[in-house]
Each structure stands twice: as structure tokens, then as C-alpha cells.
């Protein structure tokens, strides 16, 4: 029998959209409203309240030919030579805020302790891969520099991704590993690694089709739309890549009710294969997207505590003495 999501998740997230339906014009515009959900203080109650012990703060930065925000946690209390996470919200290439993010990513910029930079990448239709990839990367490249002061280690450097943005983050790693930035660990949260025809011919697609925070309807549109003709899906899909040796290593964190489930398991099998570290932490009341919603799904804090050891032991292990928990 398949395992359903919560009925309180499944009530409060069912997607009444038919995404395959709607114009690009008419995806924008959904977006436009899903953003500003996700960014507003009244759904806090389920996207969760930021941490007390970060500050957060909006800031831009100027890549070549175009300008980008940046949503920036930061500890209240902390000195210089911090590790530089770059986090990449989900939503598949055509909607997702980096606000979304608040409750995990200022817990991770206050008890890391670390500064945790979310970019709003540009999205599709508009902007299709590989923009998003570049505008990551770039970003990536920019920061660690530390243009703004914020007194960033550039030699405990990690990059973190949720669902596309998982995808990202993936694909930065990879990029990476030829051009730098040097990086010291890489956190997928259910990431979609395939996005060649195959991306829904995987069992977990079917066992959990049904179940609330990725619908296949949204997931086929994400992929028309942010996927063109003229790209080879391949160099957007980090399971499909040939060599997946000498990146760093990577926490896959999944949910047992997510369709998406075995991108992830199975992106762990090759990086293995290959020699990279990896290893999959998979919740079993967790649905597609659950780090981005603690106020229903209640795996989201042992994810959040996982994803915050495995952070601390690689970018901070002199400070991580055996034992070392969250707060």
C-alpha cells in the first residue's frame, strides 16, 4: 500500500493548479502569487519563524550583464572568518522566493554559525536553463571574495539546495570542481537530478504521485519551460553526468512520501560509485518540499539538526568537538 502525506498536509497543500493548462504568461502570473505567499509573514505558520540569533538583511549584487538580489543570514554574534553557505530555493526554475528559506537558513547562519546567502536566480519562462545555473555559480564566484565585508572564510565554502534548487547546487558543485571556488560540502534537500524524458520514470514517481508538495503536473511544466530545445538536458541533470569523482561531500536529504525521492537515492549511488563521499538522510513523514514547511511536517527539525552537524563537521570541525549538538 502507498504511504500517504499527513491529512493536514494534504488539505493545506493541494495543488488545485493545472500547471500543463496554463500559458507562459499565465505561469508568471501564478508565480507573482505563490511568491508572495511564500514571502509573507501570515504563512509563517507553516513556513516556520526565523531564529532569533540572525540577522537578515536584502542586498544586491552586480554579475555581468544583469543584477541580483540577495536575501543574506547572518549571526548576531560572531566574529570574523565565518563559512560562506550559498543557499538555492526550490520551485523549478519557475516560481520559489528565497524567503522560504528563512526558518532553515537563518538557523544555519546562527548555530553554524555561518553567513548563509540565498540568491533569487532568475526563472523560467523568461529565463530558462542554463541562466539560473550561471546566475548560482557567478554568485558563487562574487561572494566569496567577500565584496560586502561580512569577514567570510573563503576556505569553508558549501553550497545548499532545496528541490531545483538541489538541482543547482548540484550542478555548481560539478562546476566547481574545474573552475572553482573550492568547496567543502554540498547539501541537496530532495533534489530533482534528472531532467531528460527519463526524470518520471522512477518508482518513487509512482508510489507517491498522489501524495501533496510536488505535483507530476507542475513537475512536466518546470520541465518544458525551464528545459529548452536547444539544450542538451543532460548538462542540466548531475545523475547523468559521466564522472562524478573529486566533488565534495554531500549530504542527500530525502522524504519517504516525496515522487522525487529516488533523484535523490540514486544520485548518491553514482557519486559513490565514482569515490565521492555521499550519503542519504530520508525521513519517513516527509513529502517533497518539507524543509520549506516545519509547521506541518514535523521531520523538517531532525532533517534541520542533521543538515547542521553535517555542516559544522565540514566547515567548522576545530569548533566540533564529539558530542557537539544543536542548541
Known amino acids: 500500500m502507498t504511504a500517504k502525506a499527513p491529512l493536514r498536509a494534504r488539505i493545506v497543500l493541494r495543488d488545485k493548479v493545472d500547471w500543463e493548462a496554463l500559458t507562459d504568461e499565465q ?23 526565523p531564529d532569533r540569533g540572525a540577522r537578515i ?21 560572531a566574529g570574523p572568518g565565518l563559512p560562506l553557505i550559498l543557499s538555492l530555493h526550490g520551485g523549478g526554475f519557475i516560481v520559489g522566493t528565497p524567503a522560504q528559506n528563512d526558518w532553515l537558513n537563518s538557523r544555519l547562519a546562527a548555530r553554524c554559525p555561518a553567513v548563509v546567502v540565498s540568491v533569487e536566480y532568475r526563472l523560467a519562462p523568461e529565463h530558462p536553463l542554463p541562466a539560473p545555473l550561471d546566475d548560482a555559480y557567478d554568485a558563487l564566484a562574487a561572494l566569496v571574495d567577500d565584496p560586502f565585508g561580512w569577514g567570510i572564510d573563503p576556505a569553508a565554502v558549501a553550497v545548499l ?3 531545483s534548487g538541489g538541482t543547482l547546487a548540484a550542478l555548481v558543485a560539478l ?16 533534489p530533482s537530478t534528472d531532467w531528460t524524458d527519463t526524470m518520471a520514470d522512477y518508482p518513487s514517481v509512482a508510489a507517491n504521485s498522489g501524495n501533496p508538495g510536488l505535483s507530476v503536473s507542475e513537475w512536466r511544466t518546470a520541465r518544458r519551460l525551464s528545459v529548452p530545445p536547444t539544450l542538451d538536458p543532460r548538462t542540466v541533470s548531475p545523475v ?39 550519503r542519504v538522510a530520508c525521513y519517513p513523514g516527509a513529502i517533497h518540499g518539507f524543509l520549506s514547511m516545519p509547521g506541518l511536517i514535523p521531520d523538517a527539525r531532525p532533517a534541520r539538526r542533521e543538515i547542521l552537524a553535517f555542516l559544522r563537521h565540514r566547515l567548522r570541525p576545530a569548533s566540533n568537538p564529539p558530542g557537539t549538538r544543536e542548541r
Open 57 to 77: 538583511e536584502e542586498r544586491t549584487i552586480d554579475l555581468p550583464g544583469r543584477r541580483l538580489r540577495l536575501r543574506v543570514h547572518r549571526p548576531k554574534d
Open 240 to 278: 547523468k553526468f559521466d564522472d562524478l569523482a573529486d566533488l565534495p561531500p554531500a549530504l542527500v536529504v530525502t522524504g519517504a512520501l516525496d515522487p522525487g525521492d529516488d533523484h535523490g537515492r540514486r544520485y548518491v549511488e553514482r557519486l559513490r560509485a565514482d569515490g565521492t563521499d555521499a
Open 27 to 49: 505561469v508568471i502570473a501564478a508565480r507573482a502569487k505563490v511568491n508572495r505567499l511564500r514571502a509573507s509573514r501570515a504563512v509563517r505558520i507553516i513556513t516556520g519563524l
Open 175 to 190: 562546476r566547481a570542481r574545474k573552475d572553482g571556488p573550492p568547496l567543502h560540502a554540498q547539501v541537496l534537500c530532495y
Open 161 to 163: 539546495g532545496e528541490s
